[in-house]
T-cell receptor
Framework: NAGVTQTPKFQVLKTGQSMTLQCAQD?????MSWYRQDPGMGLRLIHY???????DQGEVPNGYNVSRSTTEDFPLRLLSAAPSQTSVYFC??????????????FGPGTRLTVT | AQTVTQSQPEMSVQEAETVTLSCTYD???????LFWYKQPPSRQMILVIR??????QNATENRFSVNFQKAAKSFSLKISDSQLGDTAMYFC???????????FGAGTILRVKS
């Protein structure tokens, strides 16, 4: 199993540009989510999905879109990049059932810089 | 809304010694899960240990153990026989009702010195 993969690992954008961060998992997990990590703030939830076709907002959704057309993929779209979106982005996935202890598996992260 | 507080931004410990990282949380729920995640310099997030709130017994995983005080809403992580490879950022996280959403603390940087 490759686990959770994210591309790209690093990205530099200019203000106003758009881009998509890719996330894929091969563990057949129902639940997938996106977090951003900023110094002194831990990880904050952007968007999440409980299954294909179902998404919802997390704590900091503004400026981001998601979709979940398959179980495996959960891309994050930045519509018009702003310097405030400079951050490290993590995708995570997990089984929904309690039997699995709710452990979330994280991708390696994408470091995004918006100039 | 739930909140998670880690009051120690940085800590250091000598190799082979024991260190305790603090975490407190705020919730009105009675059943929930608590986690400690480790983030080494590689940036990869790794689950260290988890605790179910309805279980009275403190979780242990090899050199890692927790002191879970439900009434005090406290969830500290004890690392025994610290090793250089334990150097990392440690995050405390909370999962309540309503899906697998995690609420994270700000993190504690732990440096193990030789």
């Amino acid at each position: 199993n490759a686990g959770v993969t994210q591309t790209p690992k690093f990205q530099v954008l200019k203000t106003g540009q758009s881009m998509t961060l890719q996330c894929a998992q091969d563990m057949n997990h129902e639940y997938m989510s996106w977090y951003r990590q900023d110094p002194g703030m831990g990880l904050r939830l952007i968007h999440y999905s409980v299954g294909a076709g179902i998404t919802d907002q997390g704590e900091v959704p503004n400026g981001y879109n998601v979709s979940r057309s398959t179980t495996e993929d959960f891309p994050l779209r930045l519509l018009s990049a702003a310097p405030s979106q400079t951050s490290v982005y993590f995708c995570a996935s997990s089984y929904s059932a309690r039997d699995y202890g709710y452990e979330q598996y994280f991708g390696p992260g994408t470091r995004l810089t918006v100039t | 809304a739930q909140t998670v507080t880690q009051s120690q931004p940085e800590m250091s410990v000598q190799e082979a010694e024991t260190v305790t990282l603090s975490c407190t949380y705020d919730t009105s729920e009675s059943n929930y899960y608590l986690f400690w995640y480790k983030q080494p310099p590689s940036r990869q997030m790794i689950l260290v240990i988890r605790q179910e709130a309805y279980k009275q017994q403190n979780a242990t995983e090899n050199r890692f153990s927790v002191n879970f005080q439900k009434a005090a809403k406290s969830f500290s992580l004890k690392i025994s026989d610290s090793q250089l490879g334990d150097t990392a950022m440690y995050f405390c996280a909370f999962k309540g009702r309503g899906g697998n959403k995690l609420v994270f603390g700000a993190g504690t940087i732990l440096r193990v010195k030789s």
